[in-house]
């Protein structure tokens, strides 16, 4: 039997570090996981990554061989192939992840990135955006994260870290961002975004909402989107609040690298319709006239469970096959 090129692919999120075997269709060979904050020391974190890696190697039957590496890591650069002061992580400074996995695996090519670009890679290979040249994938989770594909290529910028779509500035001055700064955009759009526009609209309105009964530390994104579901109006009114503002920024975004489409992946893009029509609607009424109804606006189709791995499983391909 032909020998299996296999990658490996890394999703390294603040909680936990995943990691899979991928064959270049997307097929997953074994996956493991382990929280990513569990060794004090980098080094130790590397080793016990490959002996994961190792081990799901070592249960696969079929002959193969780990071509390389691709690893989706917050504040993660492709140029350098380190993760430079990512603030979820208890290793501080700039860590040369790619450089210390590229040793241990006896000099196979290992490439990262952050994790919304390897979000838009995956989409690329496996998702919706098969044979796009130009779109955006906009997460939604914790924060809002941003990979844009520009002529067929992802746009890293001058230093590596070009995307960071969640801290352009949507209102100077207000809310505190997790960067240091007020009024990114994240903070209003994202699951927190989401739980902060909720409140604000619990302190302005005096309409009724099952809302009332959380504390801010009890309530989620998730228990917002269920109020809604059930018809809660102060919930509904959240959902239109964080839509409006993300169709007004996606207004701008389009004005600048013009997508053929933008892709809404992550814990609140799970909502549906809840997120994407408010959304779109804001987006339409906001863009110039020369791309209204142009421009399309949908959900990822990659499954949440294994979009991460799959899009840094797909970096790593990308780059075997440039
Ligand atoms: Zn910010």
């Given at each position: ?8 692919g890394i999703d390294m999120g603040?909680?936990n570090t995943v990691y899979a ?10 996956s493991g996981t382990f ?273 991460a791995i ?13």
């Amino acid at each position: 039997m032909q020998l299996k090129k296999l990658v490996a692919g890394i999703d390294m999120g603040g909680t936990n570090t995943v990691y899979a075997l991928v064959d270049e269709v997307g097929t997953i060979y074994g996956s493991g996981t382990f929280p990513t904050n569990l060794y004090q020391n980098f080094d130790q974190y590397i080793v016990a990554l490959r002996d994961g890696i190792l081990d799901l190697s070592s249960k696969i039957e079929r002959e193969h061989k780990i071509m390389g590496i691709g690893i989706g890591a917050p504040n993660g650069n492709y140029y350098t192939g380190c993760i430079d002061s990512a603030a979820n992580l208890i290793w501080k400074g700039s860590l040369p992840m790619a450089e210390k996995l590229k040793v241990l695996f006896g000099g196979i090519p290992v490439v990262l990135t952050n994790d919304a670009n390897a979000a838009a890679i995956g989409e690329m290979i496996y998702g919706s955006a098969k044979g796009m040249k130009n779109f955006v994938v906009i997460t939604l989770g914790t924060g809002l994260g941003s990979g844009f594909v520009v002529n067929g290529e992802v746009l890293y910028g001058h230093d590596g870290f070009a995307g960071e779509f969640g801290h352009i500035s949507y209102k100077r001055d207000s809310r505190q961002c997790g960067c240091g700064r007020r009024g990114c955009l994240e903070t209003f759009v994202s699951a927190p975004g989401l739980k902060r526009n909720t409140f604000e609209l619990l302190i302005n309105e005096n309409t009724q909402s099952s809302l009332r009964e959380f504390t801010f530390s009890q309530m989620t994104s998730k228990d917002v989107a269920i109020a809604a579901q059930n018809g809660d109006k102060i919930a509904k009114m959240a959902f239109e609040m964080t839509g409006k503002i993300l169709g007004e920024a996606l207004a701008d975004l389009v004005a600048i690298t013009t997508p053929e489409a933008i892709f809404l992946f992550g814990g609140l893009a799970k909502s549906g319709n809840l997120i994407l029509d408010p959304t779109r609607e804001s987006m339409e009424a906001n863009l110039l006239s020369l791309w209204k109804g142009k421009v399309k606006l949908q959900l990822s189709n990659l499954d949440e469970d294994n979009a991460a791995i799959l899009g840094s499983s797909a970096l790593a391909w990308k780059e075997l096959n440039k």
